[in-house]
C-alpha cells in the first residue's frame, strides 16, 4: 500500500557540481537535476568533494555537520560532512584534505585512490545524514562515483538502513571508465576476496573498470539522451562495454538533459550586450555587431556568422572542421571559434584566422563570458560531433535564437529537429555521416536560407527560441524511474501523470452496444429453449445503450412503437454487426450466411435446418423441435438480420403455446434464411393464425419483430412451402422440395 506521507528521498552523488565546480556537462546536471526533483516533492541531498578550488564565499557558509572514518583497503580516512544550503538543495561536501584538496578536480596519479574513497565515503555517509532523511534512492553519476553500487552491495546489503536503498547509475559518457591496474582491488577496494565482485570488476588479465562494476551492480542505468542509450550497446559506440550494456538494456533508459532556462535567457541575461525576447529579437542584431568588432571581424549584418564553443578534440568533429573550413569561409560565412584542446587544432584554427582575417576569429582560451555573448550573437551553431552524449551547447544556443548545424547522434539527433524546407518545420540543420562535405553542404543550407529566404530564416529561429528545454520535463521522467523502484511511495498529486483519465471506454462500448440488442432479443424468441444468454446481454445493454444511443436504443424502443422504423434499424445493424462481432459469432454468421444464400430461393425448411445443423456446430446437437428453435436462437447471435425471425415466432408464441416459425417469402429470403433454416413447423391453420397476428401487432407487441407487421404480402404467399414436420400432411410435397434444394446446391 502507498505510504502519502512520506517524500522520497534521494542522494545524488556527482564529483562535481555547478556553481560550486564544474568542468563540463556532469556539472550542470548535478547543478541543475537536484533543484528541478525538489521543486516536484522530492527530498534531495547532493554529495559532491570538498574541493580546494571551491570559493570562500561558499565554503563560509558550510556548517560542520558530521565526521567518521571510512574503511578504505587497509587504511582507514578521515570523512567530514559538510552541509550547505543552497537555493533549496541541500548539500553535503566529502571533506578530505589529502584527497581533495588540490588544484583541480581530476588528472592526478592516485585517481583511482582518491574516488574509491568518494564512492566508499558516499555509501558510509548514508548512516549519517539528517535526522528523519532515509536515503531511497542513491542515484550515482560517472566513473567517479561507480564503485557506491558495488560497495552497497557487498558491504552493506543486509543493514536494516541499507534495505530499502535501490541504486541509480548514470552515463553522461561512456568513453571515461575509470580503468585501473587489478592492484587495487585488494590494496584499495579489499574486494580481492569477494570472488563476485572480483570477477565482476575485471575488465580484462591485469585491469579492472570502475564503471563495468556500476553497469553490473546498479538496480537501473540511464544516460542522457534516448538515441545515445540505443547506440552505446553498439561496438562503434559501448567503447567496449557494449556487450554488458545489451545484456542490461532491460535496466537502461536514455533521459534527455535539461538547462538552467532561467540562468540562460536572453531575456534576463547580464553577460550579454543587448537583452531580447522571441516576439522582438531587436537586441540580437545588436549583440551581432558588438561580437563582431570584439573579434576583429567585418561588422556585417548580411554575412551569417557561424560560432563554435567546444573542447578542441577529434570527438567534437573537429577533423571535419580542418577539411571544410576552407571552403566555407571562402563562401561568405564568417566563423569564430572558442576553445582549447589537441595542438593541431589550435594551430589549424591561427592558420585560418590569418589567411581570412575579418572573416575567421580563434580565441584559443576558456572564457565563459566570451562564450556566452558568442550564444547570442551568432546566427548559426557548429557543432559536428563525432559522437554526443547528450550536448548542452546546441541546446543553449536554440535559447539564444541561434540555429545549431548537427551531426545526428547521440543528443544532439534527440534535440535539433532538421529543418523542411516544403514544410516549414524545424529547429536547426543536420547531417549523417561523419564527412566533411557533407557538413560543408549543411552549413550552405543554412547560409542560402540567410542570404534568400529570410522570412522562412525568422521562423524557424522563432521555432527553435519556443523549445522546452527545461529540467522540469527531465525531472519528472526521473522520477517516473525513482517511483517505479519505490511503488510503496505514493507520488506527489502536484507531480502525478494524468493521461490515465482517458475517455477510451466509450470508444469500447459501442460495438458492444450493437451486439447486446440481437442477444437481447434471442433471448425473447424462444423463452423455452435456452436461457444461459438471458443473464449477460441485459446487464451490459443498460451501460452501453447511452454511448450508442442513436442506433441502439432505436432499435428496442421501436418494438413498442413503429415496427418500421424498427426494421430500418435492424438493417443498419446487420451491415455493422459483422464487423463488430466477436470472433466466435463472426465465424457462425458467416457458416449461417452461407445457408442463406441457398435458402434464399425456395427456403425450404426442414431441408435448411439440416444443412444449418451441419455447419453450426450448436444446432447438431438435437433434431427435435426444441432443437429448431435454438437454432433459431443461434443464428439470431451472428447476423442482426435474425431479429426479424424471433419476433415473428414471437407472434406466432403469442397466439399459440409451441413457437411456429414462418416461411420466408423470395422477396425476403436473404433477411429471414435464419427464421427459415429453424424449421417452419406451422400447419395451414397456424399459418391462418400467424397471418391475422401480423396486422395486429399490438398483438405481439411484447416482443414485436421489427418485420412483423412490415410483411403483409408475404402472408399470401405462406402456404407455398409449409412443411411442418408434425403433421404428415404432404410427404410429396416435401420431397420434392428436397430434390430442389439438392439440385440448387449442386448448381
Request: charge should be positive.
Given at each position: 500500500m502507498a505510504d502519502s506521507s512520506k517524500k522520497m528521498q534521494i542522494v545524488f552523488a556527482s564529483a562535481e557540481c555547478a556553481p560550486f565546480v564544474k568542468t563540463g556537462g556532469l556539472g550542470d546536471v548535478a547543478g541543475s537535476l537536484p533543484a528541478a526533483l525538489v521543486r516536484a516533492g522530492a527530498e534531495v541531498i547532493v554529495m559532491v568533494p570538498k574541493y580546494a578550488t571551491i570559493?570562500?564565499?561558499?565554503?563560509?557558509?558550510?556548517?560542520?555537520?558530521?565526521?567518521?572514518?571510512?574503511?578504505?583497503?587497509?587504511?582507514?580516512?578521515?570523512?567530514?560532512?559538510?552541509?550547505?544550503?543552497?537555493?533549496?538543495?541541500?548539500?553535503?561536501?566529502?571533506?578530505?584534505?589529502?584527497?581533495?584538496?588540490?588544484?583541480?578536480?581530476?588528472?592526478?596519479?592516485d585517481?583511482?585512490?582518491?574516488?574509491?574513497f568518494f564512492s566508499k565515503a558516499i555509501t558510509e555517509s548514508l548512516q549519517h545524514l539528517p535526522a528523519g532523511f532515509e536515503c531511497d534512492i542513491l542515484h550515482c553519476n560517472d566513473w567517479q562515483t561507480a564503485l557506491a553500487p558495488v560497495f552497497l552491495?557487498?558491504?552493506?546489503?543486509?543493514?536494516?538502513?541499507?534495505?530499502?536503498?535501490?541504486?541509480?547509475?548514470?552515463?553522461?559518457?561512456?568513453?571515461?571508465?575509470?580503468?585501473?591496474?587489478?592492484?587495487?582491488?585488494?590494496?584499495?577496494?579489499?574486494?580481492?576476496?569477494?570472488?563476485?565482485?572480483?570477477?565482476?570488476?575485471?575488465?580484462?588479465?591485469?585491469?579492472?573498470?570502475?564503471?563495468?562494476?556500476?553497469?553490473?551492480?546498479?538496480?537501473?542505468?540511464?544516460?542522457?539522451?534516448?538515441?545515445?542509450?540505443?547506440?552505446?550497446?553498439?561496438?562503434?559506440f559501448g567503447e567496449g562495454l557494449d556487450g554488458v550494456l545489451r545484456e542490461r538494456s532491460y535496466a537502461l533508459q536514455g533521459i534527455l538533459n535539461g538547462i538552467d532556462v532561467a540562468g540562460f535567457n536572453p531575456a534576463t541575461d547580464k553577460r550579454i550586450a543587448a537583452n531580447y525576447t522571441v516576439e522582438d529579437r531587436s537586441g540580437k542584431a545588436v549583440c551581432k555587431a558588438k561580437l563582431q568588432e570584439e573579434l576583429g571581424l567585418e561588422v556585417r549584418d548580411d554575412r551569417p556568422l557561424m560560432?563554435?564553443?567546444?573542447?578542441?578534440?577529434?570527438?567534437?568533429?573537429m577533423d571535419l572542421v580542418m577539411y571544410a573550413l576552407d571552403r566555407i569561409l571562402a563562401g561568405g560565412v564568417q566563423v569564430a571559434v572558442l576553445g582549447t584542446g589537441d595542438r593541431d587544432y589550435e594551430d589549424g584554427l591561427r592558420y585560418f584566422?590569418?589567411?581570412?582575417?575579418?572573416?575567421?576569429?580563434?580565441?584559443?582560451?576558456?572564457?565563459?563570458?566570451?562564450?556566452?555573448?558568442?550564444?547570442?550573437?551568432?546566427?548559426?551553431?557548429?557543432?559536428?560531433?563525432?559522437?554526443?552524449?547528450?550536448?548542452?551547447?546546441?541546446i543553449i544556443a536554440m535559447r539564444y535564437g541561434t540555429l545549431p548545424i548537427v551531426r545526428e547522434t547521440g543528443g544532439l539527433k534527440d534535440t535539433v529537429q532538421p529543418y523542411n524546407e516544403f514544410t516549414g518545420e524545424g529547429t536547426g540543420f543536420s547531417f549523417t555521416n561523419f564527412n566533411g562535405d557533407e557538413m560543408g553542404d549543411a552549413v550552405f543550407r543554412a547560409a542560402r536560407l540567410f542570404w534568400d529566404n529570410r522570412d522562412a530564416w525568422n521562423q524557424l529561429v522563432t521555432q527553435a527560441m519556443s523549445q522546452d528545454f527545461s529540467w522540469t520535463r527531465s525531472a519528472d521522467k526521473y522520477l517516473d524511474l525513482y517511483f517505479f523502484m519505490h511503488p510503496e511511495i505514493e507520488r506527489p498529486a502536484a507531480v502525478v501523470d494524468e493521461p490515465e483519465a482517458a475517455p477510451d471506454p466509450v470508444a469500447a462500448e459501442e460495438p458492444k452496444a450493437e451486439e447486446k440488442p440481437v442477444e437481447a432479443e434471442t433471448v425473447k424468441t424462444d423463452p423455452k429453449v435456452k436461457v444461459e444468454?438471458?443473464?449477460?446481454?441485459?446487464?451490459?445493454?443498460?451501460?452501453?445503450?447511452?454511448?450508442?444511443?442513436?442506433?441502439?436504443?432505436?432499435?428496442?424502443?421501436?418494438?413498442?412503437?413503429?415496427?418500421?422504423?424498427?426494421?430500418?434499424?435492424?438493417k443498419t445493424t446487420t451491415t455493422r454487426k459483422r464487423t463488430t462481432a466477436a470472433a466466435k459469432k463472426a465465424a457462425e454468421a458467416e457458416a449461417v450466411s452461407e445457408v442463406k444464400a441457398e435458402a434464399a430461393v425456395k427456403a425450404p425448411a426442414k431441408t435448411t435446418a439440416k444443412k444449418t445443423a451441419a455447419t453450426a456446430k450448436?444446432?447438431?446437437?438435437?433434431?427435435?423441435?426444441?432443437?429448431?428453435?435454438?437454432?433459431?436462437?443461434?443464428?439470431?447471435?451472428?447476423?442482426?438480420?435474425?431479429?426479424?425471425?424471433?419476433?415473428?415466432?414471437?407472434?406466432?408464441?403469442?397466439?399459440?403455446?409451441?413457437?411456429?416459425?414462418?416461411?420466408?417469402?423470395?422477396?425476403?429470403?436473404?433477411?429471414?434464411?435464419?427464421?427459415?433454416?429453424?424449421?417452419?413447423?406451422?400447419?395451414?391453420?397456424?399459418?391462418?393464425?400467424?397471418?391475422?397476428?401480423?396486422?395486429?401487432?399490438?398483438?405481439?407487441?411484447?416482443?414485436?419483430?421489427?418485420?412483423?407487421?412490415?410483411?403483409?404480402?408475404?402472408?399470401?404467399?405462406?402456404?407455398?412451402?409449409?412443411?411442418?414436420?408434425?403433421?404428415?400432411?404432404?410427404?410429396?410435397?416435401?420431397?420434392?422440395?428436397?430434390?430442389?434444394?439438392?439440385?440448387?446446391?449442386?448448381?
Open positions: 570559493k570562500d564565499e561558499y565554503k563560509s557558509q558550510m556548517e560542520h555537520f558530521s565526521d567518521f572514518y571510512v574503511s578504505l583497503g587497509w587504511r582507514n580516512e578521515y570523512c567530514g560532512l559538510e552541509k550547505l544550503e543552497h537555493d533549496g538543495v541541500t548539500y553535503m561536501f566529502i571533506d578530505n584534505e589529502r584527497y581533495f584538496a588540490r588544484d583541480y578536480p581530476y588528472g592526478f596519479f585517481d583511482g585512490e582518491r574516488f574509491a552491495r557487498e558491504f552493506y546489503q543486509g543493514l536494516p538502513l541499507y534495505d530499502r536503498v535501490k541504486t541509480v547509475f548514470s552515463i553522461h559518457n561512456v568513453a571515461f571508465q575509470g580503468q585501473f591496474s587489478d592492484t587495487v582491488m585488494e590494496d584499495i577496494l579489499g574486494v580481492a576476496h569477494i570472488p563476485a565482485a572480483a570477477s565482476q570488476l575485471r575488465c580484462d588479465a591485469c585491469s579492472i573498470n570502475y564503471m563495468l562494476g556500476a553497469l553490473r551492480y546498479a538496480d537501473a542505468i540511464t544516460t542522457v539522451s534516448p538515441t545515445y542509450a540505443n547506440e552505446i550497446q553498439t561496438p562503434e560560432v563554435m564553443v567546444t573542447r578542441l578534440t577529434r570527438q567534437k568533429g584566422q590569418d589567411k581570412y582575417p575579418g572573416t575567421m576569429a580563434a580565441r584559443i582560451e576558456f572564457d565563459p563570458a566570451l562564450s556566452q555573448r558568442m550564444y547570442a550573437a551568432a546566427d548559426m551553431f557548429l557543432m559536428p560531433s563525432k559522437f554526443e552524449p547528450c550536448g548542452l551547447s546546441q444468454a438471458t443473464p449477460e446481454p441485459e446487464p451490459e445493454v443498460k451501460p452501453a445503450a447511452k454511448p450508442a444511443a442513436k442506433k441502439t436504443t432505436t432499435r428496442k424502443t421501436t418494438a413498442k412503437k413503429a415496427t418500421a422504423s424498427k426494421t430500418t434499424a435492424a450448436k444446432t447438431t446437437a438435437k433434431k427435435s423441435t426444441t432443437t429448431k428453435a435454438a437454432t433459431t436462437k443461434a443464428a439470431a447471435k451472428p447476423a442482426a438480420k435474425v431479429e426479424e425471425t424471433p419476433a415473428e415466432t414471437k407472434a406466432e408464441a403469442s397466439v399459440e403455446a409451441k413457437p411456429a416459425a414462418k416461411t420466408t417469402t423470395r422477396k425476403r429470403a436473404t433477411t429471414t434464411a435464419k427464421k427459415t433454416t429453424t424449421k417452419a413447423a406451422a400447419p395451414k391453420a397456424e399459418a391462418k393464425a400467424e397471418v391475422k397476428a401480423k396486422p395486429a401487432p399490438k398483438a405481439a407487441k411484447v416482443k414485436a419483430a421489427p418485420k412483423a407487421t412490415a410483411k403483409p404480402e408475404p402472408a399470401k404467399e405462406t402456404p407455398v412451402s409449409p412443411a411442418a414436420p408434425a403433421e404428415k400432411k404432404a410427404p410429396s410435397k416435401k420431397t420434392s422440395v428436397r430434390k430442389a434444394t439438392a439440385t440448387r446446391k449442386r448448381r
